[in-house]
């Protein structure tokens, strides 16, 4: 069951205080939202960085229907990324989605996954 995270502490203990997903968490203020499944997590934002972003930790199948929510819940405007090898999986998994660019071990996805 997909659990909303309300509380930055609860991302904290959900990620294990990984750094991108705290980073896109942003203490939960200015719009941002967070969802755990199982052992993954994602965390969006709004305009961080100049891009609405998506932060994708965790286990593969949790991952992906995650970001399928997340886009569900938030618009297609929002480009996961995370860890290289769990975001091929993402990729391959949820529709619509493309390998985008990738940067010092992390990769992004691009497209309308049409949700």
Not at 21 to 29: D, E, I, K, P, S
Not at 54 to 69: I, K, Y
Not at 77 to 99: I, K, W
């Given at each position: 069951?997909?659990?909303?995270?309300?509380?930055?502490?609860?991302?904290?203990?959900?990620?294990?205080?990984?750094?991108?997903?705290?980073?896109?968490?942003?203490?939960?203020?200015?719009?941002?939202?967070?969802?755990?499944?199982?052992?993954?997590?994602?965390?969006?934002?709004?305009?961080?960085?100049?891009?609405?972003?998506?932060?994708?930790?965790?286990?593969?199948?949790?991952?992906?229907?995650?970001?399928?929510?997340?886009?569900?819940?938030?618009?297609?405007a929002f480009r996961p990324f995370g860890e290289?090898?769990?975001?091929?999986?993402?990729?391959?998994?949820?529709?619509?989605?493309?390998?985008?660019?990738?940067?010092?071990?992390?990769?992004?996805?691009?497209?309308?996954?049409?949700?």
């Amino acid at each position: 069951m997909i659990h909303e995270l309300r509380r930055p502490q609860q991302v904290r203990a959900a990620c294990g205080d990984d750094d991108l997903v705290m980073w896109v968490a942003q203490g939960l203020r200015s719009g941002a939202r967070a969802w755990a499944l199982g052992d993954a997590v994602v965390a969006a934002c709004p305009a961080v960085s100049r891009r609405d972003r998506l932060a994708v930790w965790g286990g593969r199948a949790g991952a992906a229907a995650l970001v399928r929510h997340a886009l569900a819940e938030l618009g297609p405007a929002f480009r996961p990324f995370g860890e290289v090898e769990l975001m091929r999986h993402v990729t391959g998994a949820v529709d619509g989605l493309e390998p985008g660019g990738a940067d010092g071990g992390r990769r992004q996805c691009r497209g309308d996954p049409g949700v």
